[in-house]
C-alpha cells in the first residue's frame, strides 16, 4: 500500500547568491533531494520556490544542503522577508565598508603599478597593500569557490578567485624569484594592482547591482507601505488607538479625514470619499456611505466614517495582492529556464576556454608567451562573468509585474506577462466583463389569471432566486425584498446550470430561469405575457419566465448598462489587431443588443459554461492566441482552457483564482494596458538577453586577445572587472526603465 503524499509548497529566502550559476547549483541541489518534487529558484527575488513532500523531507534538510554549497536559507516564512531585507540591507553596509577599505588600499597600488614601477621595493610595497584587498576583504570569492569546488561544482566566484589568485601568485613569485626570467632574458612583470582592482570593482559592480535590485521590488514596498501602523478602535469606554495587527474581524473602527483605511470592512455609520487609486490604478475617489465595502490600503479623503472590520491581516485584499505580486515576481518566465540551462554550463566553459587560451599563447606567444598568456587567461576569467544573464529575465519581470499592480493590473504568473503580448483573439463574457454586471429589474408582469395568491407566488419566487448565486436572481431578489416580500420555506432547491433554478413549495414544483426552462417542461405561456416577453427582448432586456408544472406564470425584465470604457476598450483592441468576441447566456436580442453598443460583430449567445470553453478550444485549433476575459464562476472552465485568461477584479472568487491576470477595477480599459505592458516587458527582456550574449561573445575573444596579432592590443584584467560590472549594472538600468513605461 503506497503511503499518502503530504505534499507542500513554500518559498524560502535564499543568502549569499552572487550570481546566476548560483542560482542553478541552489536550484539542482534542493531539487536532488528525496521528497522534492520541484525546486525554482529567482536570482532577482534571491528565494527558492520548493514543492516537497513533508513525510519525505523538511526545510531544515533543504537548509543544511544548501549551506553546504556556501549559501543559506531564511526558514522563518512569516517574518522570512524581513530578515533577508534586514541581512541584505546589513550585507550592503558591510560592503560598503568593505569597498571603501580596499578601495584607500588598492589606490596606491595601481598608482605605483602604473607610474613607478622603477622605485626601490616597488613590487614589495604592491605586495603588503594587495594582500589584504585580496585575500581579506576578497576572501569570500575564494570561501565560496572551495565549497563550490566540493560539490564538483562553479560559479561566478570561482572564476573572480581562480584569476585574481592566480595574478598574486604568479606576481609574488616574480617578487621573490625574478631571476628566473632574468635568465630567459625577460622581464618579470607582476600584476598586483590588476589582482587588487578586479576584486575591488567586482565588489563595486555587486552593490550597484544589490542597489539597483531593490529598485525593482518597489512597487511591493510601496505597497506595503499603504498598511497604517495604528488605528482607532471604537469600544464602549470610548475611542481607543490600538496597533492594527490587533485588530479582530468584528471590531467597530473609526476612519478620520486623511488616514489610511486598516483592513477590510463595511460602513455602518458617515460617508465619505476614499481614493482607492493604489488597488484599483483609477483616479477618481469612490463615494462610500452605510453598507458600502472598504479596503485596507485606501485612503479617506474628507469626511470620517465608523465601520465593521470584516477581513484583518493576511485576508485583506491589500494583503491578497502583496502576496500574489511577490509570488508573481518570484516565478519564471518560459525563456528563463533556458537563459538557466545556459547559466549551468557557462562558468565550465569559460574555465575550458581560458585554459586553451593560455595553452594557445604558449603555442603562439612568442617571446612573452607565459606571461601574456598568463594574463589573458585571467582576463578571460574576469570578463565572462554570468551575472547579467541572469538578470536580463526577472529583474524584467520584476518591474513589469510591479508597474501592473501599481496600474491596478495584478500579474499573477511571468509566463502570462510574457505570452500578453502574443495574443491576436479576445473573448469576452457579457455581464459584469462588457456590462456593469449589476442588473436590475425593470418589470414584473403577472399572468392575468393565477393558480393561486399572488403574494405566496411571491414568496416562492423569492426564496429560489434567494439560494440562487447567479447576479441576475440576486437582482430580483432584491427587488421582492423592496416590496416587503419575504421568502416562503422552500424544498428540493436545485441549480440548472445554464438554465436557471427549481424548487417544491407545497408539493408543488416551480422553475425560474431562461426560455430554455419553458422548452424543457412544455409550460404553456399566455399570449399577453408571450408578447410582453417580446418586447422587452426587443429593448435588449434580458428576460427572466417563473413558471409551475403547466404555465408561466410571471415575466421578468432585467437591464444591464454597459460600462462607460467598454466601447473604447474594443476599438483599442481592434485596431491592434486582435479578433474580439462575445460569448453570453443570454438570449440572441439582448447579446446583439450589447454587441451593437459595444462595437463587437463576432457574438455567440445562449452558451453554456462549457461551451464557452469549448469555443476557446476553437479558435486554439485555428492557432489563435486567445485570451478569455470574465468575472464569473460559469466562466471558470473557459478561463483555464485559454491562453492567457483576465478576470474582472469585482467577479467571485473562482474566476480570480483561475485567472492568471485580475483587473482590480473591472475596467475593461485595463486590457490594452495590460497587453501593451506584455509587449514592452518581453521587449525589455530581449534587449537584456541580447546585451548579455553580445557581451559575452564580443569581450571574452577580445580578452583571450583575438586582436594581439592585428594591433598588438592586449586586455587588461582592470578595465575587464569593471566591463563586468557595467554589464550587471546596464541590464538592471534596461529593466528599470520600464518603471516609466506609457501604458
Known amino acids: ?405 501599481e496600474s491596478g493590473i495584478l500579474i499573477k504568473d511571468a509566463e502570462a506577462l510574457e505570452l500578453g503580448y502574443k495574443v491576436n483573439a479576445i473573448v469576452l463574457d457579457k455581464t459584469g466583463t462588457i456590462t456593469e454586471g449589476k442588473p436590475e429589474v425593470t418589470s414584473i408582469h403577472w399572468a392575468s389569471t393565477l393558480p393561486e395568491n399572488a403574494d405566496v407566488l411571491k414568496q416562492v419566487f423569492a426564496a429560489m432566486e434567494q439560494s440562487s448565486e447567479h447576479p441576475l436572481a440576486e437582482a430580483i431578489f432584491n427587488h421582492l425584498k423592496k416590496d416587503g416580500v419575504k421568502p416562503a420555506g422552500i424544498t428540493d432547491f436545485d441549480s440548472l446550470t445554464g438554465k436557471g433554478v427549481s424548487a417544491v413549495y407545497s408539493g408543488k414544483k416551480y422553475w425560474a430561469g431562461s426560455h430554455k426552462i419553458l422548452t424543457d417542461h412544455n409550460q404553456v405561456i399566455s399570449s399577453e405575457l408571450k408578447d410582453q416577453a417580446k418586447v422587452l427582448q426587443d429593448q435588449a432586456q434580458t428576460v427572466i419566465y417563473f413558471a409551475n408544472e403547466t404555465q408561466v406564470l410571471a415575466v421578468v425584465s432585467i437591464a444591464d448598462q454597459i460600462k462607460q470604457g467598454s466601447k473604447e476598450a474594443v476599438s483599442k483592441l481592434i485596431k491592434q489587431g486582435i479578433e474580439v468576441y462575445m460569448l453570453t447566456g443570454d438570449n440572441k436580442e439582448t447579446a446583439a443588443a450589447v454587441a451593437a453598443a459595444a462595437g463587437i460583430e463576432n457574438f455567440v449567445a445562449e452558451v453554456l459554461p462549457s461551451d464557452k470553453a469549448e469555443f476557446v478550444k476553437k479558435l486554439q485549433a485555428e492557432g489563435k492566441v486567445v485570451a478569455m476575459i470574465g468575472d464569473g464562476i460559469n466562466d471558470s472552465q473557459a478561463l483555464a482552457q485559454s491562453n492567457v485568461s483576465i478576470a474582472m477584479g469585482r467577479g467571485s472568487d473562482i474566476a480570480i483564482d483561475v485567472a492568471k491576470i485580475t483587473l482590480i477595477s473591472s475596467d475593461l480599459l485595463q486590457v490594452p494596458k495590460a497587453l501593451k505592458l506584455s509587449k514592452k516587458t518581453v521587449r525589455t527582456i530581449k534587449q537584456n538577453l541580447f546585451w548579455a550574449f553580445i557581451y559575452n561573445l564580443i569581450g571574452i575573444p577580445i580578452a583571450a586577445g583575438v586582436l594581439y596579432p592585428v594591433n598588438g592590443f592586449l586586455l587588461n584584467p582592470m578595465i575587464a572587472g569593471a566591463a563586468m560590472a557595467l554589464s550587471s549594472i546596464s541590464v538592471v538600468s534596461n529593466s528599470l526603465r520600464l518603471k516609466f513605461a506609457k501604458l
Open 1 to 405: 500500500m503506497a503511503l499518502q503524499e503530504n505534499i507542500e509548497t513554500t518559498s524560502f529566502p535564499v543568502l549569499g547568491m552572487t550570481c546566476a550559476s548560483c542560482a542553478v547549483s541552489v536550484e539542482s541541489m534542493i531539487g536532488a533531494q528525496t521528497g522534492v518534487k520541484q525546486a525554482e529558484v529567482n536570482y532577482a527575488t534571491q528565494k527558492v520556490k520548493v514543492t516537497y513532500d513533508a513525510g519525505v523531507i523538511q526545510p531544515e534538510g533543504m537548509q543544511k544542503v544548501v549551506q553546504s554549497l556556501g549559501y543559506d536559507l531564511i526558514l522563518d516564512t512569516e517574518k522570512g522577508n524581513e530578515k533577508q531585507e534586514q541581512v541584505q540591507a546589513d550585507n550592503y553596509k558591510a560592503l560598503k565598508k568593505r569597498i571603501i577599505a580596499a578601495g584607500i588600499l588598492t589606490i596606491p597600488v595601481v598608482v605605483i603599478g602604473m607610474l613607478f614601477m622603477d622605485m626601490p621595493y616597488a613590487n614589495y610595497i604592491m605586495l603588503v597593500l594587495s594582500a589584504p584587498v585580496v585575500f581579506y576583504f576578497g576572501k569570500n570569492f575564494f570561501i565560496n569557490a572551495f565549497k563550490q569546488a566540493k560539490h564538483s561544482r562553479a560559479n561566478m566566484d570561482t572564476l573572480v578567485a581562480l584569476s585574481t589568485g592566480i595574478a598574486f601568485i604568479f606576481s609574488v613569485f616574480n617578487t621573490f624569484y625574478p631571476e628566473f626570467w632574468h635568465q630567459r632574458g625577460l622581464h618579470p612583470h607582476v600584476y598586483y594592482e590588476a589582482a587588487a582592482v578586479v576584486i575591488v570593482f567586482i565588489m563595486l559592480g555587486k552593490l550597484l547591482e544589490e542597489r539597483a535590485k531593490s529598485n525593482t521590488s518597489s512597487a511591493i514596498k510601496k505597497l506595503i507601505g499603504l498598511q497604517p501602523k495604528t488605528v482607532m478602535l471604537i469600544t464602549d469606554e470610548g475611542e481607543k488607538e490600538i496597533e492594527v495587527a490587533d485588530v479582530k474581524a468584528g471590531d467597530k473602527l473609526l476612519v478620520r479625514s486623511g488616514e489610511k483605511i486598516p483592513v477590510d470592512g463595511k460602513v455602518y455609520e458617515g460617508n465619505s470619499f476614499v481614493d482607492e487609486s493604489m488597488i484599483t490604478g483609477e483616479p477618481v475617489a469612490v463615494s462610500k456611505q452605510k453598507d458600502d465595502n472598504v479596503f485596507a490600503g485606501t485612503i479617506n479623503q474628507k469626511g470620517s466614517f465608523r465601520f465593521i472590520a470584516e477581513k484583518v491581516g493576511s485576508e485583506t485584499m491589500l494583503a491578497h495582492i502583496i502576496q500574489l505580486v511577490q509570488e508573481a515576481q518570484g516565478s519564471k518566465a518560459p525563456v528563463q529556464k533556458l537563459v538557466d540551462k545556459v547559466a549551468g554550463i557557462f562558468v565550465p566553459i569559460v574555465m575550458l576556454i581560458a585554459i586553451i587560451t593560455l595553452g594557445v599563447w604558449l603555442l603562439f606567444g612568442g617571446e612573452h608567451a607565459f606571461t601574456q598568456g598568463l594574463l589573458a587567461m585571467v582576463t578571460v576569467l574576469v570578463i565572462a562573468c554570468p551575472c547579467a544573464l541572469g538578470l536580463a529575465t526577472p529583474t524584467a519581470i520584476m518591474v513589469g509585474i510591479g508597474k501592473g499592480a
